[in-house]
C-alpha cells in the first residue's frame, strides 16, 4: 500500500483491459506517472488467458488477434514483449446435413471448394473480397482518428469532417453510393448481392453477427461483418490469427510494454468511485476505501458503469446521463471454454484438411442464424445456435498438454436476461448442454473426450470482467453508436462532461475488439489536452 | 449420405493438371512451373532464349488448355455478345474468330478475349480470367446459355514460321488455306479437331482445340511431325516475350481488370489501352458505351505506348518521367524487355497525357542489380508505333514453308 | 393510326396512370406539353382505386386512406375543382387493446389514463419528432442530389441539407444524426412505458417496410411517415369521398382539363429506343405511338427489365436493378358486413378512422419473424378502416365495408399462396374477432389480396405498394438504384416518375410532379 501517503499520479487508468493498457504505455512513453488500476488479480480484462483447469489454457473470453492495430503493436513494441500471432489456416462452415464449406488460403484450392456448392458463388467471391476491401480500405484510416463532431464549429471539427468527406469523395460517385448502401445494408442483402448458394451467404453472414443484438437480416449488419474484416495481419487485410500463448499474451505483452515504460499496475484494486470536485476529476476511491490522487483519471470501463456507478450524479448533466442509460449495451454472446481429452473428429470435414485448424462453425443458412436471433429476441438462448469454435492447441503447443486440446467456443445468442427468470446454475448448465448438443451432432466422439468445460453466459461476463451485459463490444455497433455518435453524440471525442476525465473503452470510437484503437485515441486525446503534443 | 463422394482433394492439390502434362512435366528440365488460372503449367522447359527463337525461327508447342473458355449459344446468343463486347459481334462471320474485350459500366475493361463463331446461335469465348459472374449477370434478360467448357477442351498452340508446314505434314490438310482469324474443323486419324488461325505471338502460327482424351496422342504426332523442323514446348516466359514485341496486352500485367481493382483510378479503358479500334460506337448498346462516348469526346487522360528504351537493360517497373532530372512523373512501365529479334530495348508503359504521340521523349528510371549492388540509370526512352515486331508471315495466305 | 409510322408524335407519352403518372401528365399539360397517358388496366388509378369486391360493396383496393399527398398540390392541381370530396379527414387513430381498452393515439387525456409518465413525456417527444420530420419533409420534397459532380445545383442541394441540418441546433441536431439510424423499437421504448401507445407508433414505423420494428432504419421510415403527413397539411389522413379512386379520377379530370390524353387498355408491350435515345412505346396491340420523351410510372424493374430491356443498358446497373428489393409483405383484406361492425371499447367516432392492432412492439416483431422465413404472420398486425361510416355509399344501405391493411404477408409463401390463403385469412379473421368479437357472423363476403394478387392486378413488381423497400439502402440518392435516382436513366429521353424514386410509396404524388419539374427544367 502506499507508504508515500498522498502521492498524486500524473495518471490513473481504471480498469486494465486492453484499450486501458494502450492508452497506459502511450502515456507512461510520453513520459506521465502512470497507474492503472484492475479490480481483478490478473490484468487484461476481456483479453486473458486463464488456468481454470488443470494445464490448459483458456483465451477465456476473446479468442481471436486480428483487429490489433499494426501502429500499435510496432510504437508499444509488443513483439519485444512477448506477443506473437500466428495466422489462421482457414475455416469451415458444417452444415447439419453432414456437408461443408471450408475456406482456404489458397486462392485455387478455395475457388474449387466454393465451386462444389456454385461455381458461380466461387467466382462472385472475387467481387465479394474486393467489395470488403474496398470498405476497408475507407474505413481504416479512420480507425485511429478521433471523430469530428459535426454540430461542432471548431476548426479542427471542421477540418476532421472535411477530411472524413474528401475521402468519401475521392472514390468516386459510384463508390460513394455503394459505401451508403454499405453502412447501412444487412448482411443478408448484402450478401444476396453476390451469392446464390445458403452455405456461402452463411458462412459469410457469421461474422455479421458475432457479439451484436442484430441477426443477419438487421439493417446494419452488413458494416458489423466489415467490423470483424478490418484487422489486418502481417499485411493481410482481414486475416485473423492466434496469439501465441492465448489472448493473454497481448495484455501480457501490453503490460510489459508498460512496466518498461515506467507505468504502473495494481491489481486485485476495485475501483468504486472515481472522485470528482469542481466539475473536475480528481482521482478515485477504491472499495477498500483508500484514495488516490490524479490529475487525469482514465475510465477504461464502459460508460454505463463509469457514469452509472463510479462517478455520482450530481457531477453529471441530466441529458447526459440520460444518454447514458440510453446508449445500448446488450449481453448476446455466450462462451465456452472447453478442455478436450484428444482433437474431436469432424466427419463433415474432409480427413487431412487444414480447414479444422481455422474457426469452424455450424450453421446452415441465414434463416437458421435469424432464428437463433428471434429466440434472443423473445430472452431465450438459441435452440440452434450459431457456433464459432476454434481449437487453438492444434497450432499453440502453448495451449494444452500434448495430445491434449483446447477449444473455445462462440454462442451466438445467449441472452443476458432470460424470460424465464435469472440465470441459475442449472440454466448455466442447461445451456451448455444445448451448445454441446449441437457440436456433438457435429463431432460423434466429442462428447466423451470433454474434460472440463466453462460455460459462461452473458451474465457471468459481467460479473467477472465487468462489461456491462457482457457485451463483447462494449455497446452496439449500430449507425446510432458509431462514428460521432459513440458512446454518445457530443461526447466521442474521448473527454467527458467531467474535466480531465477520459474514456478509453471499447464504448468509444472505433468500437470493439481487441484492436486498441479506443485506447490509442484517449491517449492522444489526454496528451493534446496536457499540451504534451502528439502521440508517438 | 451423398450418392457419390465429392471431389475433396483440391486442398492437398490446388492447381489442376492439363491433360499435357505427362508430356510436358517430361520435357521440362528445370521445375520452373507457374500456377495459370488453376492449372499447373510450365514456365520455363529449357531455356526462355532457345525456346523463345523457336517462336521465331522455327516451331513451337506451348499448351494453352488453363486458357478460360466458355460456350455461348441459344437464340440470344448474338444480341447477348454484341452487348457484352465493345465490338460488332454481328459482323463475325460463321467460322471466324475475333479478339474482343469487354468492358463495365464506367467503360473500364474487364478482361480481353476471342470470340469464336461456330454457328448462328453458337460461338466460344475465350478469356484469361473466369468470367461466369460478369457473364451471369449479363445474361439477365437474353435468352442464351453459358457453358464453362476449359476442361472439357484441350487446347495447344502451334506457333512459328514453319508452324503451317508442321500441320499440314501431322494431318491437317488444306491448314494453309486458313487466313488469320478464320477456323477451321479437321479430321485427324479419325479424332476431330478444330484449328484456328490464332495466337499471342505476332508470328504465323494456330491454336488447336480437341478433346482431352485425344491431348497425348496429338502431343506425340505433332512432336514427331515437327522433328525435322525444329519443334521445341515453351513455357509462359518465352511466349511473354514474343507478345511484347507483337504488342499484345496481358490482364493483370498490363491493366487490372475493373471488376479487381480496389484503389481507386486503377481501371483502365479501351481507349486507354490503345484498343480504341475495337470499340465499335456504330453498333447498337453494349456495355459502357456511354461512358466510353464520353470519354472519347473528352479525350483520354493516359494511355498505353510502346517505348523504345536507351541501352539494353530492360526497364521493368521503371518510372517514367518528363525530365531526366525525375522531377515530373509521366507514367510507368507495365512490361518490358530487350527484344532478341528487333535488337531494340522495348516497353509497353502507361503515360499521361501528352506523351502519347510517336516520337515524344521520357525518361525511364531504371534499377539495376550488378552483382547485388543496385545502380540507378535514367535512360531517354522514346514512344513508338506498337507492335514492335510484325513480319509479313503471319497475314500471309498460304504461310511459306519455311 | 398505323402500326409503322407513328403519327402526331406526342411531347410526352407517360406509362401508367397510376397517381403518381397523372400527377407527372397534369403538371406537364399544364406547362403546355403535349401529353399521352397509357393505362394497361380499364380505370385509371394504378394502386389508388374504387372497386367492387361483392356485389355492391366497393373498397379502396390498395392503400385506403389519403394522408400523403401535400395540401400544396392537392391546390395546384385543382383536385376540389376536378371532383375530389373528402368524408372525412383528420381521421383519429385508436390503438386496439383485446381487453377492451383501447387508447386514442395522439390526444392526451387518453394517454394520461394510462400512463402519467407517457404523457408527460409524450408532448416533447411529438414536437421533437415534428421537428425532424420537417427537415425530412424538405428532402422528401425534392428530386436527391447525385454525389461526387461537378454540378451546381447538386452541390447546392448538399450544402442545403447540411444548413438545414445545422439549423436545427445543436441538441436536436445530435439527437437526429443518433436516432435517424436507429430502430423504432429502441426509440420507443427508451421514451414510453405504455405498449399500446408504443405499439401503435412501431406499426405506423414498419407499415409498408419489410422489417419489424427492431430493425435499425425504422426510425428513418416512421419519421418519413411523419413528414409526408405534415407535407399533407389539411389532407392529411383523409377519406377521399368514393374511395381512393376519386383521387385517381380527380387527378385524371386534371390531367385532361390541361389538355393531356389518357387512353386506358392500352399495355404498353415495350419502351422503344432509336439512336440510344427513347423515341415512343410499342402497345400490347402492336400499334407504335412515338414521343420526344417516355415517363415510366411503372416500378423500377418492369420498366428497365421488362419494357426497355437490359440490352439497352449496362450490366452493372441491370445488376443494381436485378437487386432492388421489391418483394411486397402487406396485404389487402377487404369485409362486407351485414351492419357497423363494434370493436370492444371502440366508440363511433373512433371507428370511423384508423384501427391499429398492434398492442405491443414485440407483437409486431413477431410477426415480422414470420415474415423472414416466407409465412404469413400467425397474428398479423392490422390497420383497419370501416370507410362505410364517413362514406355509407360504398355499401348497400345499412351494411358496411371493412379494409384492413395486414402485415406481413409473403409475396411467395413456400408451396404457394394457393394453399395457405384459407388459414391466412382464418388468422386474420382471428385476429379481428379478438378485438370485435362477433364480426364473423356478420361477414357476408369477404376478400383477400395478398402480394401476389397485388402483382397481378396492378402490376407492381412484387405486389409491393411502395414499388420497392423503404430502408436506408434503397433510399434518397440511392433509390430505385444509382443512376436513375433522380427520374432521368442511362437511356436519354426515358425518366422514372413512379414509387421506385424517391420519396417513393404512398399516394403522394411527389415524384411524379418532380419528373414532371425535371423534363420541364430539361427542355427549357
Known amino acids: 500500500m502506499p507508504a508515500a501517503g498522498r502521492r498524486r499520479h500524473d495518471v490513473i487508468v481504471v480498469g486494465a483491459g486492453h484499450n486501458g493498457l494502450v492508452a497506459a504505455c502511450y502515456l507512461a512513453r510520453a513520459g506521465l506517472d502512470v497507474l492503472v488500476l484492475e479490480q481483478n488479480d490478473y490484468v487484461g480484462g476481456a483479453a486473458v488467458s486463464r488456468r481454470l483447469y488443470r494445464d490448459f489454457t483458456y483465451s477465456n473470453c476473446s479468442y481471436v488477434c486480428s483487429l490489433l492495430r499494426p501502429e500499435i503493436m510496432r510504437t508499444l513494441e509488443l513483439p519485444r514483449f512477448g506477443l506473437q500471432i500466428i495466422p489462421y489456416e482457414g475455416g469451415c462452415t458444417m452444415m447439419r446435413d453432414g456437408g461443408h464449406l471450408a475456406l482456404y488460403d489458397n486462392h485455387d484450392a478455395l475457388r474449387r471448394e466454393i465451386a462444389r456448392h456454385s461455381q458461380r458463388d466461387a467466382e462472385a467471391y472475387t467481387r465479394f473480397s474486393r467489395d470488403v476491401l474496398r470498405q476497408c480500405k475507407f474505413i481504416k484510416p479512420l480507425l485511429l482518428h478521433e471523430p469530428p463532431d459535426p454540430t461542432s464549429f471548431r476548426p479542427r471539427d471542421i477540418r476532421e469532417l472535411l477530411y472524413l468527406g474528401q475521402r468519401l469523395y475521392r472514390v468516386g460517385e459510384q463508390r460513394m453510393y455503394d459505401t451508403i448502401r454499405f453502412w447501412t445494408m444487412s448482411a443478408a442483402d448484402f450478401l444476396d448481392e453476390y451469392f446464390d448458394t445458403e452455405i456461402v451467404k452463411a458462412h459469410f453472414a457469421g461474422s455479421s453477427i458475432i457479439g451484436t443484438a442484430l441477426g443477419p437480416r438487421s439493417p446494419g449488419s452488413a458494416y458489423v461483418l466489415l467490423h470483424h474484416y478490418m484487422g489486418d495481419i502481417d499485411e493481410t487485410v482481414g486475416a485473423w490469427g492466434f496469439a501465441r500463448g492465448g489472448m493473454g499474451a497481448v495484455s501480457g505483452a501490453l503490460a510489459a510494454s508498460l512496466a518498461a515504460s515506467g507505468g504502473a499496475v495494481r491489481t486485485g484494486a476495485p475501483v468504486a468511485q472515481i472522485l470528482v470536485r469542481n466539475g473536475r476529476a480528481r482521482g478515485v476511491a477504491l472499495a477498500s476505501g483508500e484514495e488516490l490522487e490524479a490529475s487525469t483519471v482514465i475510465s477504461n470501463l464502459d460508460i454505463k458503469r463509469t457514469f452509472l456507478d463510479a462517478v455520482a450524479p450530481e457531477h453529471l448533466p441530466e441529458e447526459f446521463l440520460t444518454a447514458v442509460r440510453r446508449f445500448k449495451i446488450r449481453g448476446s454472446s455466450g462462451k465456452l471454454n472447453i478442455a478436450l481429452d484428444g482433437l474431436p473428429t469432424f466427419p ?41 469454435m476454434l481449437i487453438p492447441s492444434q497450432i499453440d503447443p502453448t495451449m494444452a498438454p500434448d495430445g491434449k486440446h483446447y477449444m473455445s467456443v462462440f454462442v451466438q445468442y445467449c441472452p443476458y436476461r432470460l424470460a424465464a427468470g435469472p440465470w441459475t ?86 468500437g470493439g475488439g481487441v484492436m486498441g484503437a479506443p485506447g490509442a485515441n484517449a491517449a492522444r486525446r489526454v496528451l493534446a489536452d496536457l499540451g504534451r503534443g502528439a502521440l508517438q | 449420405m451423398r450418392a457419390e463422394p465429392l471431389p475433396l482433394h483440391h486442398f492437398r492439390k490446388p492447381l489442376l493438371e492439363t491433360p499435357f502434362d505427362a508430356r510436358t512435366r517430361a520435357l521440362q528440365q528445370n521445375d520452373q512451373f507457374v500456377a495459370w488460372a488453376g492449372y499447373t503449367t510450365v514456365d520455363v522447359f529449357t531455356s526462355v532464349e532457345q525456346e523463345y527463337f523457336a517462336i521465331r525461327n522455327a516451331v513451337t508447342l506451348y499448351d494453352l488448355t488453363p486458357m478460360v473458355k466458355y460456350r455461348v449459344s441459344g437464340p440470344d446468343a448474338e444480341r447477348y455478345l454484341n452487348r457484352l463486347v465493345t465490338r460488332d459481334v454481328r459482323r463475325l462471320k460463321v467460322g471466324r474468330v475475333s479478339y474482343v474485350v469487354w468492358c463495365n459500366d464506367s467503360g473500364h475493361i474487364i478482361d480481353d478475349g476471342t470470340v469464336f463463331r461456330f454457328g448462328a446461335q453458337d460461338f466460344r469465348v475465350c478469356t484469361a480470367e473466369r468470367q461466369l459472374d460478369w457473364f451471369s449477370d449479363s445474361a439477365l434478360g437474353f435468352d442464351v446459355e453459358i457453358e464453362e467448357v476449359t476442361e472439357a477442351i484441350a487446347a495447344l498452340a502451334v506457333q512459328g514460321p514453319t508452324s503451317c508446314c508442321v500441320l499440314k505434314r501431322f494431318g491437317l490438310s488444306g491448314i494453309e488455306r486458313l487466313k488469320p482469324f478464320e477456323l477451321g474443323e479437321f479430321v485427324v486419324r479419325g479424332r476431330p479437331l478444330l484449328a484456328s488461325r ?94 466510353l462516348l464520353a470519354e472519347r469526346q473528352r479525350g483520354p487522360r493516359r494511355q498505353l505506348v510502346g517505348l523504345d528504351v536507351g541501352g539494353n537493360k530492360p526497364a521493368h517497373h521503371a518510372l517514367l518521367y518528363a525530365d531526366a532530372g525525375g522531377r515530373r512523373e509521366v507514367g510507368s512501365v507495365t512490361s518490358a524487355a530487350w527484344s532478341p529479334t528487333c535488337k531494340r530495348n522495348i516497353a509497353l508503359a502507361m503515360v499521361e497525357a501528352p506523351c502519347f504521340a510517336p516520337g515524344h521523349a521520357v525518361w525511364a528510371d531504371i534499377y539495376l542489380n550488378r552483382e547485388l549492388v543496385w545502380e540507378r540509370r535514367m535512360v531517354r526512352a522514346q514512344v513508338v508505333e506498337r507492335p514492335f515486331f510484325a513480319p509479313e508471315r503471319r497475314r500471309l495466305t498460304p504461310p511459306a514453308d519455311r | 393510326m398505323s402500326a409503322a409510322a407513328p403519327s402526331s408524335p406526342h411531347d410526352v407519352i ?40 361483392a356485389p355492391g360493396f366497393r373498397v379502396s383496393a390498395g392503400a385506403h386512406l389519403l394522408h400523403q399527398m401535400p395540401a400544396a398540390l392537392i391546390a395546384e392541381l385543382g383536385l376540389p375543382e376536378h371532383g375530389l370530396r373528402l368524408a372525412g379527414r383528420a381521421l383519429p387513430s385508436t390503438a386496439l387493446s383485446e381487453d377492451g381498452r383501447p387508447l386514442a393515439l395522439g390526444e392526451r387525456a387518453a394517454l394520461d389514463a394510462c400512463s402519467a409518465a407517457d404523457a408527460r413525456a409524450w408532448p416533447a417527444f411529438e414536437a421533437r419528432l415534428g421537428r425532424f420530420a420537417g427537415l425530412l419533409q424538405g428532402l422528401l420534397a425534392l428530386p436527391p442530389p447525385r454525389l461526387g459532380t461537378a454540378s451546381w445545383s447538386d452541390r447546392r442541394a448538399l450544402g442545403t441539407l447540411a444548413l438545414r441540418l445545422r439549423l436545427l441546433g445543436r441538441r436536436d441536431m445530435r439527437e437526429f444524426l443518433r436516432i435517424i439510424g436507429m430502430n423504432a423499437y429502441d426509440l420507443l421504448d427508451d421514451e414510453f412505458g405504455t405498449p399500446l401507445l408504443k405499439g401503435a407508433l412501431g406499426l405506423d414505423a414498419v407499415l409498408g417496410t419489410n422489417f419489424g420494428p427492431r430493425a435499425p432504419g425504422t426510425v428513418l421510415t416512421l419519421l418519413y411517415r411523419l413528414a409526408a403527413t405534415r407535407a399533407a397539411g389539411s389532407a392529411a389522413l383523409a377519406q377521399p369521398v368514393g374511395g381512393m379512386g376519386a383521387v385517381s379520377e380527380a387527378l ?30 410499342v402497345l400490347e396491340s402492336g400499334e407504335t405511338l412515338g414521343a420526344r420523351r417516355v415517363i415510366s410510372n411503372a416500378d423500377a424493374r418492369t420498366t428497365f427489365l421488362r419494357l426497355l430491356g437490359p440490352e439497352h443498358l449496362d450490366t452493372g446497373f441491370v445488376r443494381r436493378v436485378d437487386h432492388y428489393r421489391s418483394r411486397g409483405l402487406a396485404a389487402k ?45 400467425r397474428a398479423p398486425a392490422l390497420e383497419i378502416t370501416v370507410p362505410t361510416l364517413n362514406d355509407p355509399a360504398l355499401a348497400p344501405a345499412g351494411r358496411h365495408v371493412l379494409s384492413a391493411i395486414v402485415q406481413y404477408a409473403p409475396y411467395a409463401p413456400e408451396g404457394g399462396w394457393a394453399g395457405e390463403r384459407a388459414g391466412f385469412a382464418a388468422a386474420i379473421r382471428a385476429v379481428l374477432e379478438a378485438h370485435a368479437p362477433g364480426i364473423g357472423a356478420l361477414i357476408l363476403a369477404e376478400e383477400l389480396l395478398t402480394p401476389a394478387d397485388l402483382e397481378r392486378e396492378f402490376g407492381a413488381t412484387g405486389g409491393h405498394w411502395h414499388h420497392g423497400e423503404l430502408a436506408f439502402d434503397q433510399f434518397y440518392m440511392v433509390r430505385p438504384v444509382p443512376g ?40 427549357a
Open chain 3, 333 to 377: 383484406f377487404h369485409l362486407a358486413l351485414e351492419r357497423a361492425p363494434v370493436f370492444t371499447g371502440v366508440g363511433r367516432h373512433a371507428l370511423g378512422g384508423r384501427l391499429l392492432v398492434a398492442p405491443s412492439l414485440d407483437y409486431v416483431e413477431r410477426a415480422w419473424n414470420h415474415s423472414k422465413y416466407g409465412e404469413w404472420s
Open chain 1, 425 to 510: 446454475d442449472a440454466r448455466r448448465q442447461e445451456f451448455g448442454a444445448t451448445v454441446i448438443d449441437a457440436i456433438a451432432r457435429q463431432s460423434p466422439d466429442f462428447k466423451s473426450l470433454i474434460l472440463h468445460a466453462e460455460i459462461r453466459t452473458p451474465w457471468d461476463i459481467e460479473n467477472e470482467v465487468g462489461l456491462t451485459e457482457g457485451n463483447i463490444f462494449q455497446g452496439e455497433l449500430t449507425m446510432d453508436q458509431l462514428l460521432f455518435n459513440r458512446p454518445v453524440p457530443g461526447y466521442a471525442q474521448y473527454r467527458t462532461p467531467v474535466r480531465s476525465l477520459y474514456l478509453s473503452g471499447s464504448c468509444t470510437h472505433p
Open chain 3, 14 to 53: 407517360v406509362i401508367g396512370a397510376g397517381h403518381n403518372g397523372l400527377v407527372c401528365a397534369a403538371t406537364l399539360a399544364r406547362a403546355g406539353r403535349s401529353v399521352l397517358v397509357l393505362e394497361a388496366a380499364e380505370r385509371v388509378g394504378g394502386l389508388a382505386v374504387t372497386r367492387e369486391f
Open chain 3, 484 to 523: 436513375a435516382a433522380q427520374h432521368q436513366t442511362p437511356v436519354a429521353g426515358l425518366y422514372l416518375c413512379g414509387a421506385s424514386c424517391h420519396p417513393g410509396g404512398g399516394v403522394m404524388g411527389i415524384a411524379g410532379r418532380n419528373a414532371a419539374r425535371r423534363v420541364l427544367a430539361e427542355a
Open chain 1, 348 to 388: 463433415a470435414i474432409p480427413a487431412g484438411s487444414p480447414c479444422i485448424r481455422g474457426d469452424l462453425h455450424i450453421t446452415d443458412s441465414i434463416a437458421m442464424m435469424e432464428r437463433a436471433y428471434d429466440d434472443w429476441k423473445d430472452g431465450r438462448w438459441s435452440a440452434a445456435p450459431y457456433v464459432d
Open chain 3, 252 to 281: 385524371a379530370n386534371a390531367a385532361r382539363h390541361a389538355g393531356a390524353t389518357i387512353r386506358t387498355g392500352a399495355a404498353v408491350k415495350r419502351i422503344e429506343v432509336s439512336n440510344d435515345r427513347a423515341s415512343g412505346v
Open chain 2, 198 to 291: 490464332t495466337g499471342f505471338t505476332g508470328d504465323l502460327g494456330y491454336e488447336l482445340w480437341m478433346r482431352p482424351a485425344d491431348a497425348l496422342t496429338a502431343w506425340d504426332e505433332l512432336m514427331a511431325a515437327g522433328q525435322s523442323r525444329g519443334i521445341r514446348a515453351i513455357g509462359s516466359q518465352a511466349l511473354n516475350l514474343a507478345r511484347i514485341e507483337a504488342g499484345f496486352l496481358l490482364p493483370n500485367v498490363d491493366f487490372v481488370s475493373a471488376e479487381h481493382t480496389v484503389r481507386v483510378g486503377r481501371d483502365r479503358s479501351p481507349l486507354e489501352l490503345g484498343l480504341g479500334w475495337l470499340v465499335d460506337f456504330d453498333k447498337p448498346h453494349f456495355n459502357g458505351r456511354r461512358a
